[in-house]
């Protein structure tokens, strides 16, 4: 079978951003685009030659095209073995775990998460190392630099691989295995939550709804929260995978999952509803007419681990990511273990996972994890909490309403500006900058800035310094309100406004979050000026 190198000019914009290459499809469906990438990170790992590479993704539209492209390039540049889901799915912590179980040496992800499918929505490429985690910024740096020279790329001329057929395939030397994306997926899971004690639960006649949102989970909650714990059928909604998602936007927060929002604040509310993003590592936790942030369900998390047989031991530490709120510091400070403030991107974790310095990790983007892969996981949070409400008999409201007693309530909102021009997003961010060294000590609508800095990030394991990661002001009375231009966004740039205030008065642990923030919004609308220089009066989404 021929091996062609094909002659290609560099590709501008193909620089990885918080979470590997994402554009619109269209873009990656341009003549070399998809195939100029895959060059380049295969080059920028060093080469593929010999080596193993797990490849699957969330079922989006081009999924399957991409991946064949992917294989035939595998083929062409060498690749022992290349281990795909079937059907070409996989969710992303389950493409996490296989390659840790399967000791491959990385693994190429086709998801753009939460954004949209479809020819004219989003589409993306992520490479992940040995470890199963995102590749570090040092790898990532290297990948980008080669798509700048790139003259050639190699793919065999070949047919397609049959995607559906279970088992070994070949292709010239290269050999292809086909596997269950569910299976080795749900025996993890076994090993981390009382599978025998949730379905007692579920005997006794409580009630779910899991929002899979036409994504990859879909397939992964029937198989473990219907066939193997025996929730009722119909528990999992919108459980097919499409290629468009439905025509929905898959991103499990309060305004994308609104169906999943109405029914558990209507009247026949079940008793826990949860969903999960186009690839599966996100998660939404709600209670009856109970909305748990992420940044609290990292916390409430926290504090009942041990109550799941695989965190029996406790845990060796947390992390959490800068603007997530500060709730879990609260949480492991009474535990007695470390916690650490990471930038915003999973692959921050890694390291600190790797090392054993923590266990659990999570973001306020919807992300919880711990160490049983190397991503956030949103199947596992839902089961984990599934766990807890089996052990303790609580409700969802008492649990975060016990929690709260115990450390205070970290009242949180996040504000997205979105398609805001990229040059009044970096003013607004320049003028803040310019802001912090004067700023302590002064009063902004009522409220006294403590401290005010730009964060950065020396990563204790491998000393590696990460700058420019977000402004935060810390008021007194415990506020906060972190800026942050967003690493994802695929169009102009998307302004995130992070929004804290601390309680502890146990009379004040039930209040709206809207009223209790309404001083720190002020703030920090005022000392950003965000309003003047970016022409936005109200964010496009609060979450
Ligand atoms: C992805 C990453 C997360 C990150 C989130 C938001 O989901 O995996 O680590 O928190 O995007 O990132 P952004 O840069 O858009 O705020
Ligand atoms: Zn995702």
């Avoid at 020396?458 to 935060?472: C, E, N, W």
Wanted: aromatic letters at 8%; glycine letters at 12%.
């Amino acid at each position: 079978m021929p091996i062609q190198n094909v002659r290609t000019t560099p590709i501008e914009g193909q620089k990885p951003g918080t979470s590997g290459l994402r554009k619109k499809t269209a873009v990656f469906r341009r003549p070399h685009f998809l195939e100029n990438y895959v060059q380049s990170i295969f080059d920028g790992i060093g080469g593929v030659e010999g080596k193993t590479l797990v490849i699957g993704g969330d079922g989006r539209f081009f999924n399957d095209a991409a991946i064949q492209i992917i294989l035939r390039m595998a083929c062409a540049n060498s690749a022992a073995k290349c281990i795909v889901g079937q059907g070409g799915i996989l969710s992303t912590p389950a493409a996490s775990h296989l390659i840790r179980l399967k000791k491959a040496d990385g693994g190429l992800i086709l998801s753009a998460s939460h954004n949209p499918g479809g020819p004219d929505a989003d589409f993306g490429l992520k490479y992940n190392g040995p470890n199963g985690g995102p590749a570090t910024e040092a790898v990532t740096d290297k990948i980008f630099e080669r798509t700048k020279t790139l003259a050639f790329y190699k793919i065999a001329a070949a047919g397609d691989i049959d995607l559906a057929q279970l088992g070994m395939h070949k292709l010239e030397d290269m050999v292809i295995e086909i596997v269950d994306p569910v299976a080795d997926y749900a025996e993890l899971m076994q090993t981390i939550v009382d599978f025998p004690k949730v379905r007692n639960l579920f005997a006794g006649g409580f009630t779910m709804c899991f929002d899979a949102m036409h994504a990859v989970t879909g397939p992964y909650a029937h198989t473990i929260l219907e066939d193997m714990l025996g929730a009722p059928k119909g528990t999992v909604i919108n459980g097919e995978p499409s290629p468009d998602f439905g025509k929905g936007h898959p991103d499990p927060n309060p305004i994308w999952a609104k169906v999943l929002m109405d029914k558990m604040y209507g009247a026949d509310a079940p008793d826990f509803g949860a969903a999960s993003d186009g690839d599966g590592d996100r998660n939404m936790i709600v209670g009856r007419g109970a909305y748990v942030t992420p940044s609290d369900s990292l916390a409430l998390l926290t504090a009942h681990a041990h109550l799941a047989p695989g965190y029996r031991g406790g845990l060796s530490g947390v992390a959490r990511s800068m603007p997530t709120s500060r709730a879990v510091d609260r949480v492991a400070e009474s535990l007695g273990i470390g916690c650490y403030e990471t930038p915003t991107g999973w692959k921050f974790f890694g390291n600190l996972l790797d090392a054993g310095k923590v266990t659990l990790c999570g973001e306020e983007s919807a992300g919880t994890g711990s160490d049983h892969v190397r991503e956030k996981d949103g199947l596992w949070a839902v089961l984990l909490w599934l766990n807890i409400l089996a052990e303790t008999g609580k409700s969802v409201s008492e649990l975060m309403a016990d929690l709260w007693q115990a450390h205070g309530r970290c009242y949180y909102s996040r504000f997205d500006y979105e398609d805001v021009d990229s040059g009044k997003a970096e003013a607004m961010m320049d003028g803040l900058r310019a802001k912090l060294n004067s700023v302590a000590g002064v009063t902004i609508g009522g409220l006294t800035v403590e401290a005010a800095d730009e964060f950065a990030y020396l990563d204790p394991v491998d000393g590696s310094k990460s700058t420019g990661q977000g402004i935060r002001i810390a008021f007194e009375g415990g506020a906060r309100a972190v800026f942050r231009l967003s690493g994802t966004g695929t169009q102009g740039a998307t302004v995130r406004l992070y929004l804290e205030q601390l309680e502890t008065d146990p009379g004040r642990l039930q209040e709206e979050p809207e009223h209790m923030l309404a001083d720190v919004r002020e703030a920090a609308l005022t000392v950003s000026d965000l309003t003047a220089i970016t022409g936005r009066t109200a964010p496009d989404v609060i979450t």
